[in-house]
């Protein structure tokens, strides 16, 4: 085959280069580090999110005190082994009709090497009435 003189010389390339092909490597790796760090720390916010919930579901308005519903959710985040927020960080207000949790917490996590990453989960609050 003869090179086309338009196209200029005719190189011999072949894909990507040793560099750029790092380039990937250490970027996906960084991606996937960063994923596996982020992860178990939003699915324990869902767990607390999901404790909180049944909770306030299971509360029995003018029966339940507030350290009924601290020991229940005590008793929830120890089974879930949650150590992202204290049960004593939860405001609980109890109502006639039910009751209404608030959570309000961030918390710190390793990302990558000395990096430190913070989530601040802001508001949660569950409505139970």
């Known amino acids: 085959m003869k090179p086309n003189p338009a196209l200029g010389p005719h190189h011999n390339i072949r894909g990507a280069s040793n560099f750029s092909t790092l380039c990937v490597i250490v970027t996906g790796w960084v991606v ?3 994923l596996l760090r982020v992860l178990p720390v939003y699915l324990e916010h869902r767990t607390i999110v999901s404790a909180m ?3 306030a579901a299971d509360y029995i308005p003018g029966q339940d005190h507030s ?4 020991e229940a959710l005590r008793k929830a ?3 879930n082994r949650i150590a992202q927020a204290d049960v004593s960080e939860v405001a609980i207000d109890r109502r006639r009709s039910g009751v209404i949790l608030t959570l309000k917490y961030q918390t710190v996590f390793p990302l990558i090497g000395p990096i430190q990453g913070v989530w601040d989960f802001g508001t949660v609050e569950v409505d139970g009435r």
């Open 32 to 34: 996937l580090t960063g």
């Open 67 to 70: 350290a009924d519903v601290r």
């Open 77 to 79: 985040w120890s089974v």
């Open 53 to 55: 919930q049944s909770v």
